[in-house]
DNA sequence: ACATATCCGATGGGATAAGTAGGAAAGAGG
DNA sequence: CCTCTTTCCTACTTATCCCATCGGATATGT
């Protein structure tokens, strides 16, 4: 599992819409960019992969925008990340057929790259945006009481 | 985590050495290319690595080679693969100090990282190229039977 | 001296990452 | 219809890494 700036964008983009799902108002590429930090014509990229990916739907033009295709209780970090950064997986021979193997010195690691993908798995397919959204209400009551 | 071509010849030659341990010889980066299929020049870059790694000792000229350093039983999947293929976390700031970070939104992924870099380190810490041995020399005497 | 090995630096092709740039297409408001 | 806004799409650039390949320098046993 490799997480490239592509993915943190896509993330942190999906996380700005699930905190403006119940609002029900759309976000424009221009103001995910400034709230995440992201050159705005690279994140264009992304928004429309994730649009590809049926994650998020957008309205073009005036007034146009971004916004949830789904609750955020149904999309996990596991999705954003396979969909845009590629499988969990370390190397690629985990999920290949190497039946044929002709020496098994050559495949004792798959094992272990299969039992890493797993643990990974086991923790990305779990957390759901829903889950992320409530942290950061959480943490800003928090903050707001400490101020 | 990423294995590239790299991690994975480093893991193989590791193995074999270990395979070789008990014996004392020395093995050349010739027979270790052939026998995990790596192409020699490049091998030798890799075993230089882990040579300055510590992992690995060896010895030029007519009758050189290389051998383990240290006992099997105390080299780990993940030692190796640290050494050659980088750290386990999956993203650049698991292990930086974010404490500063001025909006919770950009750091609330760093948890999921952590967790996931613990996960595989868990793995991949705990499994020794004894242990690895072990399960081959199982397998051949599997093997031996069968045939 | 000679054959054999490791050691070491340089170089290059290909893939990927991370953006940049420019404009086409769609939609709202006047 | 015109204009402004915003998404959509393609092509290009720049840098970095991966995966080697090559040529030779250095060490060592016979």
Redesign the pocket.
């Known amino acids: 599992m ?1 997480i ?4 943190d ?1 896509a993330l942190k983009a999906i996380l700005d819409l699930a905190l403006h799902y119940d609002s029900g108002e ?5 103001d ?1 960019s400034q709230r995440i930090d ?2 705005i ?2 994140l ?2 992304v ?2 992969e994730l ?2 990916g049926g994650f998020i ?10 916004r949830l295709a789904r609750v955020p209780g149904q999309i996990t970090v596991g999705d954003i990340v396979r969909l845009v ?2 499988p969990s997986e370390p190397i690629a021979c985990v999920n290949k057929d190497y039946s044929n193997c002709a020496d098994i010195k050559k495949c004792i690691f798959k094992g272990i790259w299969q039992k890493v993908d797993q643990a990974t798995s086991g923790i990305i397919d779990h957390i759901t945006f829903e889950d992320l959204a409530s942290q950061i209400s959480i943490n800003q009551k928090v903050l707001s009481y400490s101020i």
Not at 4 to 7: C, M, Q, V
Not at 26 to 30: K, Q, W
Not at 57 to 66: A, K, L, M, P, Q
């Open positions: 490799k490239t700036f592509k993915g964008y759309l976000v424009t590429s221009f995910l992201a050159p014509k690279f264009e990229q928004l429309l649009k590809k739907e957008s309205r073009r033009g005036n007034i146009g925008g971004y950064d590629g």
